[in-house]
Protein backbone atom coordinates (compact mmCIF):
# COMPACT_ATOMS: atom_id res chain seq x y z
CA UNK A 1 0.00 0.00 0.00
CA UNK A 2 2.24 2.56 1.18
CA UNK A 3 5.20 1.94 -1.98
CA UNK A 4 2.19 2.01 -4.53
CA UNK A 5 0.95 5.58 -2.83
CA UNK A 6 4.60 6.44 -3.28
CA UNK A 7 4.93 5.59 -7.10
CA UNK A 8 1.23 7.36 -7.79
CA UNK A 9 3.31 10.51 -6.36
CA UNK A 10 5.86 10.27 -8.31
CA UNK A 11 4.25 9.69 -11.34
CA UNK A 12 2.01 12.62 -10.42
CA UNK A 13 5.01 14.88 -10.26
CA UNK A 14 6.56 14.03 -13.34
CA UNK A 15 3.48 14.72 -15.22
CA UNK A 16 2.73 17.93 -13.40
CA UNK A 17 6.12 18.63 -13.79
CA UNK A 18 6.23 18.16 -17.98
CA UNK A 19 2.53 19.87 -17.90
CA UNK A 20 4.24 23.40 -16.21
CA UNK A 21 7.25 23.75 -17.16
CA UNK A 22 6.90 21.80 -20.90
CA UNK A 23 9.99 19.64 -22.51
CA UNK A 24 12.45 20.91 -24.39
CA UNK A 25 11.92 20.82 -27.80
CA UNK A 26 14.12 17.66 -29.78
CA UNK A 27 15.93 18.85 -32.94
CA UNK A 28 14.79 16.15 -34.92
CA UNK A 29 16.78 18.13 -38.29
CA UNK A 30 20.32 15.81 -37.28
CA UNK A 31 18.25 13.14 -36.14
CA UNK A 32 17.20 12.90 -39.59
CA UNK A 33 20.32 12.09 -41.35
CA UNK A 34 21.52 8.47 -41.36
CA UNK A 35 25.19 8.72 -42.87
CA UNK A 36 27.62 8.80 -39.96
CA UNK A 37 30.32 11.17 -41.66
CA UNK A 38 27.51 13.43 -42.70
CA UNK A 39 26.08 13.59 -39.24
CA UNK A 40 29.38 14.03 -37.63
CA UNK A 41 30.02 17.14 -39.85
CA UNK A 42 26.47 18.21 -39.22
CA UNK A 43 26.82 18.13 -35.06
CA UNK A 44 30.21 20.43 -35.19
CA UNK A 45 28.61 22.51 -38.46
CA UNK A 46 25.35 22.75 -36.00
CA UNK A 47 27.27 24.51 -33.24
CA UNK A 48 29.50 26.68 -35.85
CA UNK A 49 26.05 28.02 -37.42
CA UNK A 50 24.44 28.91 -34.13
CA UNK A 51 27.36 31.13 -33.27
CA UNK A 52 28.31 32.77 -36.83
CA UNK A 53 24.82 32.51 -39.00
CA UNK A 54 21.69 32.21 -36.90
CA UNK A 55 21.90 35.39 -35.29
CA UNK A 56 20.46 36.77 -38.78
CA UNK A 57 19.54 33.11 -40.64
CA UNK A 58 17.72 32.44 -37.48
CA UNK A 59 17.58 29.02 -35.59
CA UNK A 60 15.41 27.62 -38.13
CA UNK A 61 16.99 28.74 -41.18
CA UNK A 62 13.62 30.52 -41.82
CA UNK A 63 15.65 33.85 -42.63
CA UNK A 64 13.98 37.49 -41.70
CA UNK A 65 10.78 38.61 -43.43
CA UNK A 66 12.18 39.94 -46.70
CA UNK A 67 15.24 41.32 -45.16
CA UNK A 68 17.17 38.03 -44.52
CA UNK A 69 16.35 35.23 -47.00
CA UNK A 70 15.51 31.54 -45.73
CA UNK A 71 17.84 28.62 -46.26
CA UNK A 72 15.89 26.18 -45.29
CA UNK A 73 14.26 25.27 -49.08
CA UNK A 74 16.26 27.71 -50.61
CA UNK A 75 16.12 27.53 -54.42
CA UNK A 76 19.47 29.97 -54.22
CA UNK A 77 21.23 27.70 -52.27
CA UNK A 78 20.38 24.41 -53.51
CA UNK A 79 20.91 24.92 -56.71
CA UNK A 80 24.74 25.85 -56.19
CA UNK A 81 26.81 24.45 -53.18
CA UNK A 82 29.98 25.62 -54.45
CA UNK A 83 28.89 29.66 -54.61
CA UNK A 84 27.26 28.63 -51.10
CA UNK A 85 30.77 27.96 -50.44
CA UNK A 86 32.09 30.99 -51.72
CA UNK A 87 29.61 33.28 -50.51
CA UNK A 88 30.02 31.70 -47.16
CA UNK A 89 34.18 32.58 -47.07
CA UNK A 90 33.56 36.18 -48.39
CA UNK A 91 30.50 37.63 -48.29
CA UNK A 92 27.92 38.77 -50.58
CA UNK A 93 26.63 42.13 -51.74
CA UNK A 94 23.99 43.31 -53.93
CA UNK A 95 20.55 41.84 -54.68
CA UNK A 96 19.88 38.48 -55.37
CA UNK A 97 16.42 36.35 -55.46
CA UNK A 98 15.59 33.25 -53.47
CA UNK A 99 12.58 31.75 -54.02
CA UNK A 100 10.93 34.62 -55.97
CA UNK A 101 11.37 37.42 -53.64
CA UNK A 102 14.24 40.06 -53.75
CA UNK A 103 16.95 40.26 -50.83
CA UNK A 104 20.08 43.15 -50.89
CA UNK A 105 21.12 42.71 -47.34
CA UNK A 106 24.99 42.33 -47.22
CA UNK A 107 26.14 39.46 -45.88
CA UNK A 108 29.69 39.34 -44.19
CA UNK A 109 32.31 37.83 -45.33
CA UNK A 110 33.83 35.05 -42.47
CA UNK A 111 37.83 34.73 -43.51
CA UNK A 112 38.52 33.10 -39.94
CA UNK A 113 36.44 30.22 -40.95
CA UNK A 114 38.59 27.05 -41.62
CA UNK A 115 37.67 24.98 -44.77
CA UNK A 116 36.44 22.40 -42.88
CA UNK A 117 34.78 24.22 -40.75
CA UNK A 118 32.96 25.77 -43.88
CA UNK A 119 32.27 21.74 -44.84
CA UNK A 120 30.68 21.62 -41.06
CA UNK A 121 28.38 24.43 -41.91
CA UNK A 122 27.30 23.83 -45.29
CA UNK A 123 26.93 20.08 -44.52
CA UNK A 124 24.88 21.32 -41.44
CA UNK A 125 22.76 24.14 -43.52
CA UNK A 126 22.34 20.83 -46.84
CA UNK A 127 20.94 18.41 -44.71
CA UNK A 128 18.45 19.71 -42.12
CA UNK A 129 15.25 21.81 -42.07
CA UNK A 130 14.05 19.43 -45.04
CA UNK A 131 17.08 19.67 -47.51
CA UNK A 132 18.81 16.53 -48.04
CA UNK A 133 21.47 16.88 -49.90
CA UNK A 134 24.00 14.59 -47.94
CA UNK A 135 27.83 15.09 -47.26
CA UNK A 136 29.31 18.64 -48.26
CA UNK A 137 33.05 17.30 -47.98
CA UNK A 138 36.26 19.14 -47.75
CA UNK A 139 37.65 18.73 -51.76
CA UNK A 140 34.20 20.16 -52.13
CA UNK A 141 34.77 23.18 -50.10
CA UNK A 142 38.70 23.16 -51.46
CA UNK A 143 37.72 23.34 -54.85
CA UNK A 144 35.42 25.99 -54.83
CA UNK A 145 37.06 28.60 -52.54
CA UNK A 146 40.51 28.08 -54.68
CA UNK A 147 40.60 30.03 -58.30
CA UNK A 148 39.25 30.26 -60.59
CA UNK A 149 36.37 32.07 -58.64
CA UNK A 150 32.70 31.01 -59.28
CA UNK A 151 30.71 33.83 -61.34
CA UNK A 152 29.22 36.47 -59.07
CA UNK B 1 1.27 10.02 8.42
CA UNK B 2 0.55 12.85 6.46
CA UNK B 3 -2.84 12.54 4.25
CA UNK B 4 -2.31 11.60 0.40
CA UNK B 5 -4.43 14.42 -0.90
CA UNK B 6 -2.64 17.23 1.44
CA UNK B 7 0.75 15.69 0.18
CA UNK B 8 -0.73 16.19 -3.63
CA UNK B 9 -1.71 19.74 -3.09
CA UNK B 10 1.72 20.77 -1.52
CA UNK B 11 3.36 18.54 -4.27
CA UNK B 12 1.16 21.05 -6.76
CA UNK B 13 1.69 24.37 -5.25
CA UNK B 14 5.36 23.44 -4.91
CA UNK B 15 5.39 23.11 -8.44
CA UNK B 16 3.39 25.71 -9.88
CA UNK B 17 5.86 28.08 -7.40
CA UNK B 18 8.96 26.36 -9.09
CA UNK B 19 8.14 27.38 -12.61
CA UNK B 20 6.29 30.50 -12.67
CA UNK B 21 7.37 32.31 -9.37
CA UNK B 22 5.61 34.75 -7.74
CA UNK B 23 3.16 36.43 -9.60
CA UNK B 24 4.59 38.48 -11.83
CA UNK B 25 1.52 40.21 -13.01
CA UNK B 26 0.54 42.38 -10.21
CA UNK B 27 4.22 43.58 -9.66
CA UNK B 28 4.94 47.27 -9.97
CA UNK B 29 7.85 48.01 -12.27
CA UNK B 30 10.54 49.69 -10.66
CA UNK B 31 12.29 53.27 -11.81
CA UNK B 32 15.88 52.75 -12.89
CA UNK B 33 19.01 55.38 -12.88
CA UNK B 34 20.08 57.49 -10.00
CA UNK B 35 17.98 59.23 -8.54
CA UNK B 36 17.99 62.40 -5.83
CA UNK B 37 16.12 64.64 -3.58
CA UNK B 38 15.01 67.63 -4.20
CA UNK B 39 14.35 70.79 -1.83
CA UNK B 40 11.14 72.31 -2.94
CA UNK B 41 9.95 75.44 -1.16
CA UNK B 42 5.64 75.52 -1.09
CA UNK B 43 3.85 77.88 0.59
CA UNK B 44 6.96 78.17 3.07
CA UNK B 45 6.82 74.57 3.68
CA UNK B 46 10.07 72.94 3.04
CA UNK B 47 9.14 69.89 0.97
CA UNK B 48 11.95 66.89 -0.62
CA UNK B 49 10.83 65.59 -3.58
CA UNK B 50 12.47 62.26 -5.64
CA UNK B 51 13.57 63.44 -8.34
CA UNK B 52 13.97 60.62 -11.44
CA UNK B 53 16.74 60.00 -14.29
CA UNK B 54 14.54 60.72 -17.35
CA UNK B 55 15.53 61.02 -20.70
CA UNK B 56 16.63 64.09 -21.92
CA UNK B 57 14.93 65.71 -25.01
CA UNK B 58 15.98 64.87 -28.23
CA UNK B 59 15.35 65.69 -32.18
CA UNK B 60 15.62 62.93 -34.53
CA UNK B 61 13.96 62.13 -37.98
CA UNK B 62 11.83 58.60 -38.45
CA UNK B 63 11.81 56.54 -41.91
CA UNK B 64 8.75 58.76 -42.77
CA UNK B 65 10.97 61.74 -42.51
CA UNK B 66 9.10 63.01 -39.72
CA UNK B 67 10.20 64.83 -36.83
CA UNK B 68 10.43 62.91 -33.77
CA UNK B 69 11.37 64.56 -30.65
CA UNK B 70 10.65 63.04 -26.98
CA UNK B 71 6.81 65.69 -27.30
CA UNK B 72 5.90 62.73 -29.47
CA UNK B 73 6.45 60.12 -27.01
CA UNK B 74 5.20 62.43 -24.30
CA UNK B 75 2.12 60.30 -22.29
CA UNK B 76 3.06 56.92 -24.13
CA UNK B 77 4.93 54.39 -22.92
CA UNK B 78 7.15 53.00 -25.23
CA UNK B 79 10.93 50.67 -26.37
CA UNK B 80 14.05 52.07 -27.34
CA UNK B 81 16.44 50.16 -28.90
CA UNK B 82 20.28 50.82 -30.91
CA UNK B 83 20.98 48.83 -34.25
CA UNK B 84 22.58 49.98 -38.09
CA UNK B 85 20.94 48.38 -40.98
CA UNK B 86 24.12 47.00 -41.89
CA UNK B 87 24.72 44.95 -38.38
CA UNK B 88 26.50 41.51 -39.21
CA UNK B 89 25.55 40.21 -35.44
CA UNK B 90 22.80 40.84 -33.48
CA UNK B 91 20.70 43.56 -35.30
CA UNK B 92 18.48 40.69 -37.11
CA UNK B 93 17.46 38.58 -33.66
CA UNK B 94 17.01 42.22 -32.24
CA UNK B 95 14.49 43.00 -35.01
CA UNK B 96 13.01 39.54 -34.95
CA UNK B 97 12.12 39.50 -31.39
CA UNK B 98 10.81 43.56 -31.27
CA UNK B 99 8.55 42.38 -34.29
CA UNK B 100 7.20 39.98 -31.75
CA UNK B 101 6.28 42.81 -29.62
CA UNK B 102 5.35 45.15 -32.68
CA UNK B 103 2.59 42.49 -33.38
CA UNK B 104 2.20 42.11 -29.65
CA UNK B 105 0.98 46.05 -29.57
CA UNK B 106 0.87 47.66 -32.58
CA UNK B 107 -2.72 48.74 -32.26
CA UNK B 108 -2.10 50.44 -28.79
CA UNK B 109 -2.55 54.11 -29.53
CA UNK B 110 -0.50 54.55 -26.72
CA UNK B 111 2.12 52.07 -27.48
CA UNK B 112 5.61 53.09 -29.49
CA UNK B 113 8.72 51.62 -30.25
CA UNK B 114 11.65 53.89 -31.60
CA UNK B 115 14.48 52.21 -32.99
CA UNK B 116 17.59 54.60 -33.15
CA UNK B 117 20.68 53.93 -35.90
CA UNK B 118 23.78 54.67 -34.71
CA UNK B 119 25.24 54.91 -37.91
CA UNK B 120 23.21 57.72 -39.09
CA UNK B 121 25.94 58.82 -42.31
CA UNK B 122 24.70 55.57 -43.59
CA UNK B 123 21.08 54.81 -42.56
CA UNK B 124 19.32 57.64 -44.36
CA UNK B 125 15.85 58.39 -44.27
CA UNK B 126 15.04 56.37 -47.31
CA UNK B 127 17.64 53.45 -46.59
CA UNK B 128 15.14 53.01 -43.17
CA UNK B 129 12.26 53.05 -44.83
CA UNK B 130 13.30 50.35 -47.18
CA UNK B 131 14.36 48.40 -43.94
CA UNK B 132 10.96 49.20 -41.95
CA UNK B 133 9.11 47.73 -45.13
CA UNK B 134 11.24 44.95 -45.43
CA UNK B 135 10.41 44.43 -41.69
CA UNK B 136 6.55 44.90 -42.78
CA UNK B 137 6.59 47.69 -41.26
CA UNK B 138 3.88 49.98 -43.28
CA UNK B 139 3.95 53.12 -42.02
CA UNK B 140 5.57 54.77 -38.15
CA UNK B 141 2.49 55.29 -36.72
CA UNK B 142 3.91 53.06 -34.13
CA UNK B 143 7.12 51.70 -34.63
CA UNK B 144 9.99 54.70 -35.38
CA UNK B 145 13.95 53.97 -37.33
CA UNK B 146 14.98 57.19 -36.29
CA UNK B 147 17.71 58.54 -37.79
CA UNK B 148 19.99 62.24 -37.12
CA UNK B 149 22.47 63.44 -35.55
CA UNK B 150 25.35 60.88 -34.35
CA UNK B 151 26.62 62.76 -31.37
CA UNK B 152 22.98 63.48 -30.29
CA UNK B 153 22.36 59.48 -30.73
CA UNK B 154 25.56 58.38 -29.29
CA UNK B 155 24.97 60.84 -26.49
CA UNK B 156 21.05 59.61 -26.13
CA UNK B 157 21.70 55.91 -25.69
CA UNK B 158 24.67 56.17 -23.21
CA UNK B 159 23.57 58.89 -20.93
CA UNK B 160 19.84 58.75 -21.39
CA UNK B 161 18.64 54.89 -22.38
CA UNK B 162 22.14 53.99 -20.13
CA UNK B 163 23.29 51.84 -22.96
CA UNK B 164 26.21 50.76 -25.26
CA UNK B 165 25.91 52.64 -28.14
CA UNK B 166 29.57 54.01 -29.61
CA UNK B 167 31.52 53.46 -33.26
CA UNK B 168 34.56 51.30 -32.30
CA UNK B 169 36.77 50.06 -35.56
CA UNK B 170 37.00 46.72 -33.91
CA UNK B 171 33.88 45.74 -33.75
CA UNK B 172 32.54 43.42 -36.75
CA UNK B 173 30.49 46.32 -38.65
CA UNK B 174 32.33 48.98 -37.12
CA UNK B 175 29.71 50.01 -33.98
CA UNK B 176 30.03 48.82 -30.42
CA UNK B 177 26.29 48.41 -29.12
CA UNK B 178 24.42 46.47 -26.17
CA UNK B 179 21.14 44.40 -27.78
CA UNK B 180 19.12 46.12 -24.99
CA UNK B 181 15.31 46.76 -25.15
CA UNK B 182 14.80 49.83 -22.85
CA UNK B 183 11.11 50.10 -21.63
CA UNK B 184 10.17 53.88 -21.16
CA UNK B 185 6.83 55.37 -19.28
CA UNK B 186 4.61 58.31 -20.10
CA UNK B 187 6.96 60.04 -18.35
CA UNK B 188 9.94 59.27 -19.52
CA UNK B 189 11.60 57.39 -16.51
CA UNK B 190 13.35 54.07 -17.37
CA UNK B 191 11.40 50.94 -16.06
CA UNK B 192 12.91 47.91 -17.26
CA UNK B 193 15.91 46.73 -19.10
CA UNK B 194 15.79 43.59 -21.25
CA UNK B 195 18.37 41.78 -23.52
CA UNK B 196 16.65 41.90 -26.79
CA UNK B 197 18.44 38.91 -28.18
CA UNK B 198 16.87 36.49 -25.63
CA UNK B 199 13.59 35.23 -26.35
CA UNK B 200 12.88 34.86 -22.21
CA UNK B 201 13.49 38.29 -21.62
CA UNK B 202 11.27 39.60 -24.53
CA UNK B 203 8.53 37.60 -22.99
CA UNK B 204 9.05 39.26 -19.93
CA UNK B 205 8.66 42.77 -21.38
CA UNK B 206 5.54 41.56 -23.65
CA UNK B 207 4.58 40.91 -20.00
CA UNK B 208 5.72 44.10 -18.74
CA UNK B 209 4.14 46.42 -20.97
CA UNK B 210 0.79 46.14 -20.07
CA UNK B 211 1.54 47.22 -16.55
CA UNK B 212 2.33 50.46 -17.51
CA UNK B 213 -0.18 51.19 -20.18
CA UNK B 214 -2.81 50.06 -17.35
CA UNK B 215 -1.80 53.05 -15.49
CA UNK B 216 -2.24 55.37 -18.72
CA UNK B 217 -3.62 58.92 -17.63
CA UNK B 218 -2.55 58.16 -14.03
CA UNK B 219 0.03 61.48 -13.28
CA UNK B 220 3.42 60.22 -11.60
CA UNK B 221 1.89 56.61 -11.28
Redesign the interface.
Known amino acids: MESKTISVFLMTIGMLSSLCCGSEKKDIGLQGIDDLKTKQYAVEGQNLYLQYCSNCHQKDGSGLKQLIPPLAGADYMLSDVKNTVYLIKNGIKGEIVVNGTAYNQPMPSNPDLTNLEIAQITTYIYNVWGNHKGLIDLETVDASLNPPKPNQ | MIK?TL??FM??VS??LG?SGPSRDTETLPILGNKYAEEKFINGDTLIDTVYHQIAPFKLVNQDGDTVTNETVKGKVYVADFFF??C??????M??EM?RVYEKFENSPDFKILSHTIDPEYDSVALLKD?A????IENSKTWNFLTGDQEQIFELGQTSYLTTAMENKNE??GFLHSGAFVLVDQSGRIRGVYDG?KEKQVNRLINDIPKLLKKDGVKNN
Open positions: PLLVILQCTSPTICPIKKLYLRLGPGT
